[in-house]
């Protein structure tokens, strides 16, 4: 349930993050799918609990890799370009 929690929390954060860069196409195709698969993420960790099969191998690593995805692949970028944008309005 804690990890439930944890997953709901964290897209939460991205999409209030969302208010700010939602003008931005280039960051809003990073954090839409990042919100995606976070979202699936949770989804598996709740269809565990419901099914009540317990964390599975296969299921804890398709949830950390979908986790890592969205790390990786949409808000590690997005948080690259807007430390980015912050360094030139500093220069």
Wanted: hydrophobic share 45%.
């Amino acid at each position: 349930m804690e990890l439930q929690e944890k997953l709901a929390d964290s897209w939460l954060a991205v999409n209030q993050c969302r208010i700010y860069t939602e003008s931005n196409v280039c960051l809003e195709e990073l954090l839409i799918p990042a919100m995606g698969l976070i979202n699936d993420a949770k989804c598996m960790v709740e269809s565990c609990v419901a099914w009540q099969i317990g964390l599975t191998q296969a299921a804890c690593r398709n949830i950390v890799h979908a986790i890592l995805l969205a790390d990786e692949e949409g808000l590690r970028p997005a948080l690259e370009e807007l430390e980015s944008w912050l360094n030139e309005t500093i220069e």
